[in-house]
């Protein structure tokens, strides 16, 4: 049964209360590790605060965050406060008694209080770590564009300024075997015409890097371009043994768009998404449209994106694949193209394995 307390209780109950949103603030003014660990701090923090810390289990949820200081009883009675931020419920604060001995009787008006100014300062520090994260990810892709930007112009007068001696080399190579007669020579000038080819093939793709290729931009169904890849890479999956699972929300979209370079793009993104798929995993393609925005996602069951590389992914000539493998030149391409379309293109993690190269692109009105 509740019982009046003394002043002298009152003042030492005040003064744990004092204690411990002091102790709070400090301990998230002072936030470095990581939200798990500053939960678990928190936690001691504020049993001790309760009329009976000895026997008092503090269980907090934050996000996907959760902590609890010892194991909850069977069967216990709790005071409990909602941590809310950006005007939704992100977790909560509980108090836990085992009952019995304990009863609601023993939580105090005050403590109640308490707790929701402690789900309070939880709630705005929430806020500040979410914000802290955006301002980060914002200051991160703008120096990524801006060294995209700075390579895209390196790279497009570099292709420029090869252009035209693989010209001349190609075309002198093609000349000299359509004249001669010594069989060796033509098989040297064979060997030089097919490296100017494969040179040339790699100048176009970096011009496609820096936007720097010709389109033909029409009004065009999109179905229609990616059942055509997905039908062209049938051998692919079959023999990697990878499943292709196609959806489209609105089967009559459109966007003005080059569709061979959009049929690019798909064949260089699924390409990648086959070599690093398990076999009998599935690479999943969905398209669907966002207020004026063309969406379409891979996403693939690989080994994912290590976070160290996601912001070098696009850049020419990087990549994973073992030497011989790959120029590192593909995704860089579909970079390009994507930004020469005025869209967008971002990766982030499959659940709950995998990547998911997301592009967007504007529709037509």
Not at 249 to 255: P, V, Y
Request: net charge neutral.
């Amino acid at each position: 049964m509740p019982r009046n307390f003394t002043i002298e209780e009152k003042l030492k109950e005040r003064i744990k209360e004092l204690s411990c949103l002091y102790d709070i603030s400090t301990l998230l003014s002072n936030h470095k590790t990581s939200l798990t660990q500053t939960l678990s701090s928190l936690g001691q923090v504020i049993i001790r605060a309760w009329r009976f810390p000895e026997a008092a289990v503090a269980e907090i949820s934050l996000d996907k965050d959760y902590y609890k200081s010892a194991p909850i009883p069977p069967d216990s009675v709790f005071q409990v406060s909602e941590i809310r931020a950006y005007n939704s419920v992100v977790g909560s604060v509980k108090i836990h008694y085992p009952s019995p001995p304990y009863s609601r009787d023993h939580f105090l008006e005050e403590e109640q209080k308490l707790l929701d100014r402690i789900s309070r300062e939880l709630g705005m520090f929430y806020e500040k770590i979410k914000n802290k994260e955006k301002e980060t990810l914002i200051e991160l892709t703008a120096q990524r564009n801006d060294r995209l930007l700075i390579l895209g112009e390196i790279t497009a007068g570099i292709a420029h300024e090869l252009n035209t001696p693989l010209g001349n080399i190609l075309g002198f190579a093609e000349l000299i075997a359509s004249k001669t007669k010594d069989p060796q020579i033509a098989a040297d000038v064979s060997k030089i015409i097919r490296s100017s080819i494969y040179s040339r093939e790699v100048v176009k793709k970096l011009m496609f890097f820096a936007c720097e290729m010709p389109q033909n931009m029409e009004e065009i169904k999109i179905r229609p371009v990616i059942l055509q890849v997905l039908s062209l890479l049938g051998p692919n999956f079959k023999k990697a043994e990878v499943v292709p699972e196609f959806h489209m929300e609105h089967k009559s979209l459109s966007a003005r768009l080059d569709s061979i370079q959009l049929s690019q793009v798909l064949f260089n993104l699924l390409i990648n998404a086959i070599y690093v798929s398990p076999k009998n995993g599935k690479i999943a393609i969905s398209v669907k449209n966002e207020e004026s925005s063309l969406i379409i996602e891979i996403a693939d069951e690989g080994p994912g994106i290590k976070e160290e590389i996601r912001s070098r992914i696009f850049e020419p000539f990087f990549t994973t694949k073992p030497l011989g493998e790959g120029s590192g030149l593909g995704l860089s391409v579909v970079h390009g193209i994507i930004k020469s379309h005025k869209g967008n293109i971002v990766t982030f993690d499959n659940k709950p394995r995998g990547t998911v190269f997301q592009i967007t692109l504007p529709l037509i009105s």
